[in-house]
């Protein structure tokens, strides 16, 4: 080879030699003890920390806590510090944990009697450190939880000690405390049910009737539970705090609700105030014992929306989904309550009949050495041994001695037995009494005879164990969490309008960043802005800073979705130079940022006139024509309460076939709608147009709502949806303001009863029409024409009872001012005052009835009607498959609106 080819050669095996020393990716298989380490660790998780057992409820740290306790009791406190170190001998990990897991358990008021600082649930407050707080076992868990002769035991972790596989809970403790934990692949959150409630819903299966159980929270609160789903995978909780209104300007937090704190609620408070959502003044946390915010609102305000809006916007209501899981045999399983409580109670019969037959096995002991005790004495065999030399000697004289006696016994002598014999002292034998020996022995087959007639009756000793846990420990333990069906509350209704949105309507833009341009109205960040233009066209969108509609916007506005009573009034001509068309039509539901054409759709349509009404009026407008040819006729009157309101794409009645100049407003006009009836649904306390509850009337735009309260205070409101009303209501009707109101009511001051009579002098003003002593309360009181009441008076020491006394309030009094004081009813003591049935009477029509024709679910009148009919004839073009899909069209043409 020659000298090139073998540098050649050896450049070539150097770079070999390079190129396998760079690093090589590999494939490393897992294999051996990492093959299932991960899963080792899962299964840890969820059995041995985050999933409390079916058993008992508890969770191993909570077990062995608990077995600490009871290993350290002696009827006094124990520093925290030492149960936690005493603990460790038995839990694997570190003192935080354990101490963190006790405190957890000692503030849920059950199974620890704690003393010192524990912190607060309501609050948020931390507890102080283990070394200053103290602990001792409850009478109730003492009662409930421990029993070490049906305990199952094994081995501690390190091998030292014996500790309990479950405790011998007899008692929904799982239920009653609630638990949550966060595992490897899986999560449990029972809540917390009420004691009382747990008991009884025991009893109930144990006697085989249904039973329902619901959660009940140590934060009280109130909560809708509809969606519960038995705590199952996929129910939902709502909880709401309990706000009241504390005076005009004042709002008061008096329950929070579960797994919120004080601290949290303000917070949210605060951060809702930040964003505009709501608008308050200050804040005050009075909390202590019990909760006390006291949230200061501006003036002008209304706290009936600003409760809405705390609701909407802040942590005032939060949603809890429940997920029921525990450990069985060492498995996770998903389960409702109901369930968990069945589980619970037959482990509770099951470990009272282990007890019971531990108990009789223990009495018949008793009984059988009692006896032995006595033949032994009694016949003097002791003496039969006097003269054995070996011990099997003298077990045998012994048994041999005691034969003939023995038949009586219910099983056979054992050398242990004789054995126990032989160690009874010569003092005891020189003392023994016959008597009382057989008492002794009779007693104690009193308490086997017992103790049987409770095996035999198990169910029934579990009901009386049952019933007396609640006897004992029941006190104190009712329900604190209100149940009630809550009302959605709309966000868009409630929302504080925190910026100002304005238009450029010539370049066809709206947002609340044009500053420059026109203001249009307050809006919040969360609304949707409903446009039109010149051409016709309409778009909804979100409020934002700056948006494209399209040029000469002649409309703006804040869009109120499946808003039925804004009617739009449209005259709009068809393409450029197409006859001339008037509509009415009704906007309840879009596709956000969707252009709809409300014209025929032809290029160059342009509108000639265009209204917003929030209260479907509908006014007059002049059209005029251009002087264009032969056109005679160039000006004349348009009411809109001569079109009938349709869809959106209805093509609308004809106008005029002609050019037209300019269309321009005559007369404003009145509601052509039908009046809105108003239901009031008593299980939410709200009103609602959707026929839920009680119907309260039709109201027209200028109708108010008449309440009156039991402390005497009346007051007339607009109807609101939005409305929120005093748990002390006790009158809700529509308001007729010639009606008046009847009422008799004791004056604590005068110490009488009286009667008056009064109208509602000042609309929307809340008037007290009893006098303002602290011992005045009101009687009766009826918004019927002509009431009626009975008096029934006390009897007087000496004395027949006065004959009850019915009194007409009409004929008794006249119609004065809402503060007079009313004439006096009597002098004599009264015992009860009761309304009885009104006297006939025909109240006066509103409205008389010649007036008003229905047509369809519009009201309108006989004369629009007519105008109507000739309208359809010469506009043929209004055909009903033109209508809008999102409203309701019956099949002559009326838009329904309720």
């Given at each position: 080879m020659t000298e090139e080819e073998n540098e050649e050669l050896e450049n070539t095996n150097n770079e070999s030699h390079q190129e396998s020393q760079e690093p090589q990716e590999t494939i490393t298989k897992v294999t051996g003890m990492y093959k299932d380490w991960f899963l080792d660790y899962a299964s840890y998780v969820i059995l041995e920390r985050a999933v409390p057992a079916i058993e008992d409820g508890f969770k191993p740290v909570q077990r062995r806590i608990m077995h600490s306790m009871k290993d350290l009791d002696d009827g006094r406190?124990?520093?925290?510090?030492?149960?936690?170190?005493?603990?460790?001998?038995?839990?694997?990990?570190?003192?935080?944990?354990?101490?963190?897991?006790?405190?957890?358990?000692?503030?849920?008021?059950?199974?620890?009697?704690?003393?010192?600082?524990?912190?607060?649930?309501?609050?948020?407050?931390?507890?102080?450190?283990?070394?200053?707080?103290?602990?001792?076992?409850?009478?109730?868990?003492?009662?409930?939880?421990?029993?070490?002769?049906?305990?199952?035991?094994?081995?501690?972790?390190?091998?030292?000690?014996?500790?309990?596989?479950n405790l011998p809970v007899m008692f929904p403790l799982l239920l009653a405390q609630g638990g949550e934990g966060i595992a490897v692949g899986l999560s449990t959150k029972i809540l917390p049910h009420n004691f009382i409630e747990l008991i009884d819903a025991s009893v109930k299966h144990l006697?085989?009737?249904?039973?329902?159980?619901?959660?009940d929270f140590p934060t009280a609160g109130i909560a809708d539970f509809t969606n519960y789903n038995d705590g199952l995978r996929g129910g939902k909780v709502r909880v709401r705090a309990k706000i009241a209104q504390h005076d005009k300007s004042t709002l008061a937090i008096t329950e929070i609700p579960f797994t919120t704190t004080t601290s949290s609620l303000i917070d949210s408070i605060l951060k809702a105030n930040d964003k505009g959502k709501i608008k308050i003044k200050k804040i005050e946390d009075n909390t202590a014992a019990k909760v006390e915010i006291l949230i200061h609102l501006p003036s002008g305000l209304s706290p009936d929306k600003t409760i809405d809006a705390l609701y909407a916007f802040t942590n005032c209501e939060t949603s809890i989904s429940p997920l029921g899981c525990v450990i069985e045999d060492n498995k996770p399983l998903f389960v409702g309550v109901s369930e968990m409580l069945r589980r619970s109670t037959d482990n509770t019969v099951q470990l009272l009949k282990s007890e019971l037959e531990i108990r009789l096995g223990e009495y018949e002991e008793q009984w059988h050495f009692a006896s032995l005790e006595r033949i032994f004495i009694e016949n003097r065999i002791y003496r039969d041994i006097e003269e054995e030399e070996t011990w099997d000697g003298v077990i045998n004289a012994i048994d041999k001695g005691l034969q003939p006696h023995i038949k009586h016994l219910k099983r056979a002598i054992t050398v242990e037995d004789i054995t126990r014999l032989t160690e009874i002292r010569i003092k005891r034998i020189s003392k023994f009494d016959i008597d009382k020996a057989q008492q002794k022995i009779e007693a104690l087959e009193d308490q086997i005879a017992e103790v049987k007639h409770h095996l035999n009756n198990l169910i029934d000793y579990a009901i009386a164990y049952f019933e007396r846990l609640k006897k004992d420990y029941g006190e104190g333990k009712e329900r604190k969490t209100e149940i009630r069906i809550f009302d959605d509350v709309d966000a868009t209704k409630v929302v504080i309008r925190n910026t100002k949105l304005y238009v450029n309507r010539e370049e066809g833009f709206v947002g609340t960043a044009l500053r420059r341009d026109e203001y249009v109205c307050d809006c919040s960040d969360i609304d949707d802005i409903i446009c039109f233009t010149q051409e016709g066209k309409m778009m909804v969108t979100k409020v934002d800073s700056k948006t494209f509609i399209g040029k000469n916007i002649i409309h703006v506005a804040v869009?109120?979705?499946?808003?039925?009573?804004?009617?739009?009034?449209?005259?709009?001509?068809?393409?450029?130079?197409?006859p001339s068309y008037v509509k009415r039509f009704a906007v309840t539901s879009m596709t956000r940022d969707r252009e709809y054409d409300l014209t025929n759709g032809n290029k160059g349509s342009v509108v000639w006139y265009f209204s917003a009404n929030p209260n479907g009026e509908a006014e007059v407008v002049t059209v005029m024509l251009r002087q264009v040819g032969s056109v005679k006729k160039l000006k004349w009157d348009l009411d809109f309460a001569d079109v009938i309101i349709k869809g959106r794409k209805s093509k609308g009645n004809l106008v005029t076939k002609h050019s037209v100049?300019?269309?321009?407003?005559?007369?404003?006009?009145?509601?052509?709608?039908?009046?809105?009836?108003?239901?009031?649904?008593?299980?939410?306390?709200?009103?609602n147009v959707d026929d839920r509850g009680e119907l309260i009337g039709e109201f027209r735009g200028e109708d108010r709502l008449l309440i009156i309260t039991q402390s005497g205070i009346a007051k007339t409101i607009i109807p609101e949806l939005t409305t929120r009303f005093d748990e002390d209501m006790i009158i809700l009707e529509k308001w007729i303001p010639k009606k008046p109101i009847s009422a008799i009511y004791y004056d604590g001051e005068k110490e009488r009863y009286y009667v008056k009579r009064f109208l509602i002098e000042q609309?929307?003003?809340?008037?007290?029409?009893?006098?303002?002593?602290?011992?005045?309360?009101?009687?009766?009181?009826?918004?019927?024409?002509?009431?009626?009441?009975?008096?029934?008076?006390?009897?007087?020491?000496?004395?027949?009872?006065?004959?009850n006394m019915e009194v007409d309030l009409e004929d008794f009094i006249a119609i004065k001012g809402i503060t007079a004081l009313g004439n006096q009813l009597t002098k004599d003591k009264i015992n009860q005052v009761s309304l009885l049935s009104p006297l006939p009477y025909e109240a006066p029509e509103e409205t008389p009835a010649d007036e008003i024709e229905v047509v369809g679910e519009e009201t309108i009148s006989k004369e629009t009607k007519a105008v109507n009919s000739d309208a359809s004839k010469s506009n043929p073009s209004n055909e009903k498959n033109d209508l809008d899909e999102d409203s309701d069209i019956d099949d002559k043409g009326q838009v329904t609106l309720f």
């Open positions: 406190y124990n520093k925290v510090a030492n149960i936690v170190g005493h603990t460790m001998q038995y839990h694997p990990h570190g003192d935080a944990s354990i101490a963190d897991a006790m405190v957890q358990i000692g503030q849920k008021d059950l199974l620890i009697d704690t003393q010192g600082n524990w912190g607060n649930i309501l609050t948020g407050d931390s507890a102080a450190a283990s070394r200053y707080i103290e602990a001792r076992l409850s009478k109730f868990a003492l009662d409930v939880v421990y029993n070490p002769k049906i305990t199952e035991w094994q081995a501690s972790y390190d091998g030292r000690r014996k500790e309990p596989i006697k085989g009737k249904r039973f329902t159980i619901l959660p869009f109120k979705k499946k808003d039925k009573r804004t009617i739009y009034n449209m005259i709009y001509r068809d393409g450029k130079k197409g100049k300019r269309v321009e407003l005559k007369e404003k006009g009145v509601s052509t709608l039908k009046p809105r009836k108003i239901w009031f649904d008593d299980a939410v306390q709200r009103l609309e929307g003003k809340e008037e007290l029409f009893i006098s303002d002593h602290s011992d005045s309360q009101l009687e009766i009181v009826s918004t019927d024409w002509r009431p009626r009441a009975e008096v029934e008076f006390t009897k007087e020491r000496g004395k027949d009872r006065k004959e």
